[in-house]
């Protein structure tokens, strides 16, 4: 595995106001992409945002309404890019989704599935895909002039399967310790767990492939008029923490969709080849809408103030950062408390034996999964509001500088896979304005 982290930040990117910057995907708080966003509105660039559509009374996919495209922030192209296949149904009449209806809690561990009609379905769910993406494809080609610069910005991820049953399960293996612990590499072995992968690989890496294929005439259009074209998308493989005064790699344990993240920077690689500038960024860990199921990944993001120290001595804004972290901590604690805890941790034998770059993702085991949950509540527990968490502040910084990292980085052709870690994190943060 090539291992590419980001040292030096990026010249500035020479985008201006006629350019546009392309999410394929739909925008939600304190998520990445608000990161490019803001670079993006800095040069006064359009922004188009995509929508996965939403479901009705009847599971039928459908647009936005009126009102809900009222609440877009940004010029929304209004049709419905929702990835994955488990609400699709396949010859026997059934859904992946309905195929799971009923299953007990005491029955899910050995329920089999027919992976015939669940390929059935993923086939359907794909070609109705397909079919709503080349529409979207000649609308925004419609909308952008033949001489703008392009950033197509891929956020799609996830695909758990809309079963009752997946998310109590699903809960147990990302939370669950002592009696209530469960094997993250039993449940992937299990018909529903193999079923999470196929979609995870569906939703999180392969619409990835179907982007760059669906703009390929825009692309074109773009290169004869001297203009670029670049796809970004957001990866997670692990991220250098600063650990006893040195940056070294670790990671979140059990990452099941890191799996679907390595195919990620394979489609990222396979088209760079071709010439196309392509690149997977993989961010470092932060705790939003869609990660509070990973209940412990935000544990190493506190560490972020460690290397915001070493980086930016003398910068306003990290001191700024730093009155406002210690103003959510409970009177009786300081941040030195705090990163003496964080330091334990990603220092403990029970921990560090949980990543390995050569074997990631990697899986949990009981040990593992007790103190990352404590350790992660321990930390809570010394903050003043679980409501108001400095994981908040530490999340914006990060989805900040990515995205300045990232929307500069993409004007040139570099890597197929960049790692962002807490390193250039903190000098990009920094240096902000």
Same mark, same amino acid.
């Given at each position: 595995?090539?291992?590419?982290?980001?040292? =030096?930040?990026?010249?500035?990117?020479?985008?201006?106001?006629?350019?546009?910057?392309? %999410?394929?995907?739909?925008? !939600?708080?304190?998520?990445?992409?608000?990161?490019?966003?803001?670079?993006?509105?800095?040069?006064?660039?359009?922004?188009?945002? @995509?929508?996965?559509?939403?479901?009705?009374?009847?599971?039928?996919?459908?647009?936005?309404?009126?009102?809900?495209?009222?609440?877009?922030?940004?010029?929304?192209?209004?049709?419905?890019?929702?990835?994955?296949? $488990?609400?699709?149904?396949?010859?026997?009449?059934?859904?992946?989704?309905?195929?799971?209806?009923?299953?007990?809690?005491?029955?899910?561990?050995?329920?089999?599935?027919?992976?015939?009609?669940?390929?059935?379905?993923?086939?359907?769910?794909?070609?109705?895909?397909?079919?709503?993406?080349?529409?979207?494809?000649?609308?925004?080609?419609?909308?952008?002039?033949?001489?703008?610069?392009?950033? !197509?910005?891929?956020?799609?991820?996830?695909?758990?399967?809309?079963?009752?049953?997946?998310?109590?399960?699903?809960?147990?293996?990302?939370?669950?310790?002592?009696?209530?612990?469960?094997?993250?590499?039993?449940?992937?072995?299990?018909?529903?767990?193999?079923?999470?992968?196929? @979609?995870?690989?569906?939703?999180?890496?392969?619409?990835?492939?179907?982007?760059? $294929?669906?703009?390929?005439?825009?692309?074109?259009?773009?290169?004869?008029?001297?203009?670029?074209?670049?796809?970004?998308?957001?990866?997670?493989?692990?991220?250098?923490?600063?650990?006893?005064?040195?940056?070294?790699?670790? @990671?979140?344990?059990?990452?099941?969709?890191?799996?679907?993240?390595?195919?990620?920077?394979?489609?990222?690689?396979?088209?760079?080849?071709?010439?196309?500038?392509?690149?997977?960024?993989?961010?470092?860990?932060?705790?939003?809408?869609?990660?509070?199921?990973?209940?412990?990944?935000?544990?190493?993001?506190?560490?972020?103030?460690?290397?915001?120290?070493?980086?930016?001595?003398?910068?306003?804004?990290?001191?700024?950062? !730093?009155?406002?972290?210690?103003?959510?901590?409970?009177?009786?604690? =300081?941040?030195?408390?705090?990163?003496?805890?964080?330091?334990?941790?990603?220092?403990?034998?029970?921990?560090?034996?949980?990543?390995?770059?050569?074997?990631?993702?990697?899986?949990?085991?009981?040990?593992?999964?007790?103190?990352?949950?404590? =350790?992660?509540?321990?930390?809570?527990?010394?903050?003043?509001?679980? $409501?108001?968490?400095?994981?908040?502040?530490?999340?914006?910084?990060?989805?900040?500088?990515?995205?300045?990292?990232?929307?500069?980085?993409? !004007? %040139?052709?570099?890597?197929?896979?960049?790692?962002?870690?807490?390193?250039?994190?903190?000098?990009?943060?920094?240096?902000?304005?």
């Amino acid at each position: 595995m090539n291992y590419n982290p980001m040292r =030096t930040t990026p010249a500035k990117a020479n985008y201006s106001s006629k350019d546009v910057l392309v %999410i394929f995907g739909e925008v !939600f708080n304190r998520g990445y992409i608000n990161g490019m966003i803001e670079e993006a509105q800095k040069l006064g660039m359009t922004v188009i945002e @995509s929508t996965v559509g939403r479901r009705d009374k009847d599971k039928n996919l459908r647009a936005l309404t009126s009102e809900e495209m009222a609440q877009k922030n940004y010029h929304c192209v209004n049709i419905p890019l929702e990835a994955g296949f $488990d609400l699709e149904t396949n010859s026997s009449g059934l859904s992946p989704v309905e195929m799971l209806k009923g299953i007990k809690l005491k029955e899910w561990e050995t329920k089999k599935l027919d992976f015939a009609l669940i390929e059935e379905s993923r086939k359907k769910g794909e070609e109705r895909f397909l079919k709503y993406l080349e529409l979207w494809a000649q609308e925004i080609e419609k909308i952008i002039p033949k001489d703008s610069n392009i950033i !197509f910005a891929h956020t799609m991820a996830g695909g758990f399967p809309r079963a009752k049953i997946v998310m109590p399960a699903a809960n147990k293996v990302f939370k669950g310790y002592d009696e209530r612990f469960y094997s993250s590499e039993k449940f992937w072995n299990t018909d529903i767990g193999k079923l999470c992968s196929i @979609s995870f690989n569906e939703v999180t890496a392969r619409t990835l492939k179907h982007l760059i $294929d669906a703009t390929g005439s825009l692309r074109a259009r773009a290169e004869s008029n001297n203009a670029k074209a670049s796809y970004t998308a957001y990866g997670y493989h692990g991220s250098e923490t600063l650990i006893d005064g040195n940056y070294k790699w670790q @990671s979140y344990s059990p990452y099941l969709q890191g799996f679907a993240k390595l195919e990620l920077e394979n489609i990222a690689k396979d088209y760079f080849e071709k010439g196309i500038n392509c690149t997977v960024y993989n961010c470092p860990e932060i705790l939003t809408n869609s990660t509070t199921i990973f209940l412990g990944v935000e544990v190493c993001l506190y560490p972020l103030l460690d290397a915001l120290k070493k980086e930016g001595p003398e910068s306003e804004k990290v001191s700024k950062l !730093f009155i406002e972290c210690q103003n959510s901590l409970l009177p009786d604690q =300081t941040i030195s408390d705090l990163l003496k805890v964080t330091q334990e941790y990603v220092k403990n034998p029970i921990i560090t034996k949980s990543y390995s770059m050569e074997n990631w993702p990697q899986h949990n085991f009981p040990e593992h999964m007790k103190y990352m949950q404590l =350790t992660s509540q321990k930390l809570i527990n010394m903050q003043a509001s679980k $409501d108001n968490l400095m994981t908040v502040q530490l999340s914006e910084v990060i989805f900040k500088s990515c995205g300045e990292l990232m929307f500069n980085n993409s !004007f %040139i052709k570099t890597q197929p896979v960049w790692w962002l870690n807490h390193d250039i994190i903190a000098k990009t943060y920094a240096a902000q304005d």
